[in-house]
């Protein structure tokens, strides 16, 4: 099926069988291999994009769902040579180890963050529930979405 | 390797992201039952195709074992566990692949299976040319006649199986390019995976190149040679197309190597001070349906732990592993010390009931003030100063009047034999570095950085931590038992010694401008043996809800790292491999049915912990030098052992009921929980 979409700001148009899962269509078809799979069953997150703005778990959604919709994924989150506050503060912090699931976190970071920035670090480890982290113990992660939105409030890079 | 920056722009090259010109999809058709006889296969390649075993490669495996007990790449004349593979289907895409899984008839005759441990030590032997399912057998120790203690103590303990799980489940991608098969894999040891393809396909070693991906996690799962890899590779060679196969997490909770799975019977002798006269074990690992594994390995490698950080003189233990119907297992992060010091740790806090004194006083009372080797062969420094330490650091006395807190003392047992592979190359001012052993998250780019700093005296920018690659190294040994810091440390040490020695005889001087400026090479095997073993305590106090729910309160941590490299990345270590270790007492287990069916199909049901389950942390580093040239000691798999127990005394001392086994459900404290949320 003919399905068109937007993804990180281009237009695209592919031709699709309907079973096809978005996330392979991202990666497989359009190269976006950020986008990762952890699970066939949607419990690790690890897939996360944004669709119209609302953190989606790519492996849900068939590709022709998306007809028409906005994506965003982790790779057009900022520019090619920048980073968006969310991934600076996952650096700065050491929100990761392996960074198998951090493309899903970063994006689920961004989608709760462009709802609020005065998370506390309890409502934080309850919307992160559907992203699973198996190395880090979730510690530097939620420190890091923390550091991002102090960021976003006007705070200062770390010794400045 | 890819580095944090590229990593959160989701830049990072794993396994899956690699896609060559005619690249095609294998998928694998695995058997439905535990137990069951092959009357025929049609379809798909299978052993009519290919005929090997796979064993003895990688993490703890072991060569030494009766062939009749090896896994067969292809299922031939039986199957022995739900998952094993049977066939492998090609297609130009993953989809592809799945719908030709549908083309592939196996017909079996289904066999009763043999799924617990004592079924298998008195039950038929499952596989033809064997006498019984026992793998190996041993006594360690010297036998003695049982003392007149006046406390003798006797309990049976069970540490349940564990899916590694971490977020990258296995893969490979095989290219035959006609003289020279090139596998990338998501490893922790492209050696181990090198000589087993050599070895199954019958490969001389310069025909082999195994590249490491980006590699998201393994906990040890990603250390062995599984059999879909020599698939992929066999297809990559007869078929003459670039192979890839990508496990989904359906498969890594069925198929890939569980860890754990380890039964112990525990007998104390003591005094009314508290002080062991005497310990006997007896040890048996549920290696799965095959040796060769680590399973093949695990009961000796935690019979020689099982003393502990203490002083007993008097130690026996039998270490049986035996086969079942459930698939082969394998390490997961620790791969016998948590079990050992599991089962040990145990026995202390009951021996701390029985004498009616603080399970710090016991635990004290046989600490050590000299170095001791123990009868099962444990070396360690003395104790007693450490513990000492240790237990006003973590404010055991008031957490454990307070808070009911548990506490756990260990010693941390790395793999150092036979050391570790490191070359360094400079190259137009750039440092470039190789390790044997491949990391898989935990940063062994800062260490080698901070550590070529120091030794040549050059910007920490200069140098870079390259992927593992076989054609890099002329050998290597791995990533794993909290090894890396340690002999990969040494090795990069003793490389960036040789290319001062090599910079000094064209100079007749070392600087680093003039290293800097000129192209060097330099590779080292830096072989080790023996213990370097280090100590460590944890604290863990519990809050148990009405309905049964126990939650970490708090978490602390007092570890000799010998010298911490990377601050950052040790506590980051740390918290991560705690989280795990809550995980093991709380959430996470493999359970199969009475048929060898599998039910933690699922991330759900295999339990990892999420976000709101970490508790607070406080952590004391203590740096203790080690002789090493570098001063490091292990780590990585300290929180994994000492957790454990200090969560499971928690529970015990808040719910009042028994603990014997992990995971510990809800279900099991729920009658004796707080009455209040």
Same mark, same amino acid.
């Given at each position: 099926m003919r399905t068109r979409f937007r993804v990180n700001g281009k237009d695209v148009e592919v031709d699709v069988e309907p079973r096809r899962l978005l996330v392979s269509v991202l990666r497989d078809e359009l190269g976006l291999t950020g986008t990762h799979v952890g699970c066939d069953t949607t419990n690790c997150g690890a897939c996360t994009i944004l669709v119209n703005g609302d953190a989606v778990k790519s492996c849900t959604m068939l590709a022709v769902q998306a007809d028409g919709a906005e994506i965003t994924t982790v790779e057009g989150l900022a520019g090619d040579d920048a980073l968006h506050p969310v991934q600076q503060a996952f650096v700065e912090k050491h929100g990761l180890q392996c960074g198998f699931c951090t493309p899903g976190m970063v994006v689920t970071a961004c989608w709760l963050l462009s709802k609020r920035t005065d998370w506390t670090d309890p409502e934080l480890r309850r919307h992160l529930t559907g992203n699973l982290c198996r190395c880090t113990g979730y510690k530097n992660i939620i420190e890091s979405v923390m550091r991002a939105q102090e960021l976003l409030n006007g705070g200062h890079r770390e010794g400045q | 390797m890819s580095g944090p920056e590229l990593l959160v722009k989701g830049g990072g090259h794993y396994v899956d992201d690699i896609t060559l010109p005619h690249m095609c999809h294998m998928a694998v058709v695995r058997s439905p039952h535990a137990r069951a006889k092959v009357l025929s296969v049609t379809g798909g390649m299978h052993a009519h195709d290919l005929r090997v075993l796979v064993g003895g490669f990688g993490e703890g495996a072991r060569s030494d074992v009766n062939r009749a007990t090896l896994h067969p790449v292809f299922a031939a004349d039986t199957v022995n566990y739900v998952g094993q593979p049977v066939a492998a289907v090609f297609a130009a895409d993953g989809y592809a692949a799945e719908d030709k899984l549908d083309e592939v008839d196996v017909a079996y005759e289904k066999l009763r299976p043999i799924m617990t441990i004592d079924e298998a030590l008195s039950g038929p032997p499952l596989h033809a040319g064997t006498s019984s399912n026992v793998i190996k057998q041993a006594w360690i120790g010297d036998d003695f006649v049982d003392p007149a203690s006046p406390v003798v103590l006797e309990d049976e303990f069970i540490v349940n199986r564990i899916a590694n799980n971490p977020l990258e489940p296995r893969g490979i991608v095989a290219d035959y390019n006609g003289n020279r098969l090139t596998a990338y894999i998501s490893t922790q040891a492209v050696f181990s995976m090198k000589r087993g393809l050599c070895n199954t396909l019958k490969l001389p070693p310069a025909d082999v190149r195994v590249v490491q991906a980006d590699t998201g996690g393994a906990f040890g799962v990603k250390s062995a040679l599984y059999p879909e890899y020599v698939m992929a590779a066999h297809a990559a060679m007869t078929y003459r197309r670039p192979v890839k196969w990508i496990e989904s997490r359906s498969e890594h909770l069925a198929a890939s190597q569980p860890g754990r799975g380890v039964r112990a019977k525990m007998q104390l002798f003591a005094g009314t001070d508290g002080r062991i006269d005497a310990l006997r074990a007896d040890v048996v690992t549920d290696a799965g349906a095959f040796g060769g594994t680590t399973g093949s390995s695990s009961p000796f490698f935690i019979a020689m732990q099982l003393t502990g950080p203490y002083g007993i003189t008097r130690a026996r233990v039998r270490a049986t592993s035996v086969m079942t119907n459930k698939p082969p297992q394998g390490p997961y992060r620790g791969a016998g010390r948590p079990e050992a010091a599991f089962f040990m740790e145990r026995m202390m806090d009951a021996l701390a009931d029985a004498v009616g004194k603080g399970a710090d006083e016991v635990r004290l009372t046989n600490?050590?003030?000299?170095?001791?080797?123990?009868?099962?062969?444990?070396?360690?420094?003395?104790?007693?100063?450490?513990?000492? %330490?240790?237990?006003?650091?973590?404010?055991? %006395?008031?957490?454990?009047?307070?808070?009911?807190?548990?506490?756990?003392?260990?010693?941390?047992?790395?793999?150092?034999?036979?050391?570790?592979?490191?070359?360094?190359?400079?190259?137009?001012?750039?440092?470039?570095?190789?390790?044997?052993?491949?990391?898989?998250?935990?940063?062994?780019?800062?260490?080698? %950085?901070?550590?070529?700093s120091e030794e040549l005296g050059v910007a920490a920018d200069r140098v870079t931590l390259n992927a593992g690659d076989s054609d890099a190294?002329?050998?290597?040994?791995?990533?794993?038992?909290?090894?890396?810091?340690?002999?990969?440390?040494?090795?990069?040490?003793?490389?960036?010694? %040789?290319?001062?020695?090599?910079?000094?005889?064209?100079?007749?001087?070392?600087?680093?401008?003039?290293?800097?400026?000129?192209?060097?090479?330099?590779?080292?095997?830096?072989?080790?043996?023996?213990?370097?073993?280090?100590?460590?305590?944890?604290?863990?106090?519990?809050?148990?809800?009405?309905?049964?729910?126990?939650?970490?309160?708090?978490?602390?941590?007092?570890?000799?790292?010998?010298?911490?490299?990377?601050?950052?990345?040790?506590?980051?270590?740390?918290?991560?491999?705690?989280?795990?270790?809550?995980?093991?007492?709380?959430?996470?287990?493999?359970?199969?049915?009475?048929?060898?069916?599998?039910?933690?199909?699922?991330?759900?049901?295999?339990?990892?912990?999420?976000?709101?389950?970490?508790?607070?942390?406080?952590?004391?580093?203590?740096?203790?030098?080690?002789?090493?040239?570098?001063?490091?000691?292990?780590?990585?798999?300290?929180?994994?052992?000492?957790?454990?127990?200090?969560?499971?005394?928690?529970?015990?001392?808040?719910?009042?009921?028994?603990?014997?086994?992990?995971?510990?459900?809800?279900?099991?404290?729920?009658?004796?929980?707080?009455?209040?949320?």
């Open positions: - | 600490t050590t003030t000299t170095r001791f080797t123990s009868p099962l062969g444990l070396e360690i420094d003395a104790s007693r100063p450490f513990f000492t %330490k240790a237990v006003t650091a973590l404010r055991y %006395k008031e957490k454990a009047g307070r808070d009911s807190a548990g506490l756990c003392f260990f010693v941390l047992v790395p793999g150092v034999t036979p050391g570790e592979s490191a070359r360094i190359r400079v190259r137009d001012g750039a440092i470039a570095v190789w390790l044997g052993g491949n990391q898989h998250g935990q940063a062994h780019g800062a260490f080698v %950085k901070r550590l070529l190294l002329t050998s290597g040994v791995g990533t794993w038992g909290s090894r890396s810091a340690i002999v990969g440390g040494a090795a990069v040490v003793a490389a960036a010694r %040789k290319v001062k020695a090599q910079v000094a005889r064209e100079h007749g001087t070392y600087t680093p401008d003039a290293l800097l400026g000129g192209s060097y090479d330099a590779e080292v095997f830096d072989a080790r043996s023996g213990q370097l073993n280090s100590f460590g305590a944890n604290l863990a106090a519990v809050h148990i809800d009405r309905f049964g729910q126990v939650a970490v309160r708090e978490c602390a941590a007092y570890y000799d790292v010998g010298r911490a490299l990377t601050p950052g990345v040790v506590r980051g270590q740390i918290v991560g491999g705690s989280v795990q270790g809550i995980g093991q007492v709380l959430y996470e287990a493999v359970v199969h049915d009475a048929d060898g069916n599998l039910l933690t199909k699922d991330l759900f049901d295999a339990g990892l912990p999420i976000a709101e389950n970490a508790p607070e942390f406080s952590i004391t580093i203590v740096e203790h030098p080690s002789p090493f040239p570098h001063k490091a000691k292990g780590l990585g798999e300290a929180p994994t052992i000492g957790v454990p127990p200090a969560v499971v005394r928690a529970i015990e001392n808040v719910s009042g009921v028994k603990i014997r086994h992990t995971p510990v459900t809800p279900e099991e404290l729920i009658e004796h929980a707080e009455p209040s949320v």
